[in-house]
Nanobody, 118 residues
Framework: QLQLVESGGGLGQPGGSLRLSCVGS????????ISWFRKAPGKEREWVSC????????YYAESVKGRFTISTDNTKNTASLQMDNLKPEDTAVYYC???????????WGQGTQVTVSS
């Protein structure tokens, strides 16, 4: 069973950068489409980005397109979310998600807090 652990959150400044990591264990990360979601206080959970397990295609929400980059490193069984040109509205808890396309089971990390403030 896939287990996911996020890290890399913290305090970032507007216009700055942070890099989130999602380390997988129990299964091979590249077998799963990996997504990042975020949840801000008082708001619904929002899908941010995903990377296809089939061909590595990447997809982004309009709110982060051109600023965030999703990637995977199969040698480290890790997915990453590079966040550049941060904005205060990026403040949220960020979650890594992996989906088993055969069973439709979803696996979530515990989340990592990102706060963007000057």
């Amino acid at each position: 069973q896939l287990q996911l652990v996020e890290s890399g959150g913290g305090l970032g400044q507007p216009g700055g950068s942070l890099r989130l990591s999602c380390v997988g264990s129990g299964a091979t990360l590249e077998d799963y489409p990996i997504s990042w979601f975020r949840k801000a206080p008082g708001k619904e959970r929002e899908w941010v980005s995903c990377i296809s397990s089939a061909d590595g295609s990447t997809y982004y929400a309009e709110s982060v397109k051109g600023r965030f980059t999703i990637s995977t490193d199969n040698t480290k069984n890790t997915a990453s979310l590079q966040m550049d040109n941060l904005k205060p509205e990026d403040t949220a808890v960020y979650y890594c998600n992996g989906q088993d396309l055969k069973t439709e089971n979803e696996y979530w990390g515990q989340g990592t807090q990102v706060t963007v403030s000057s």
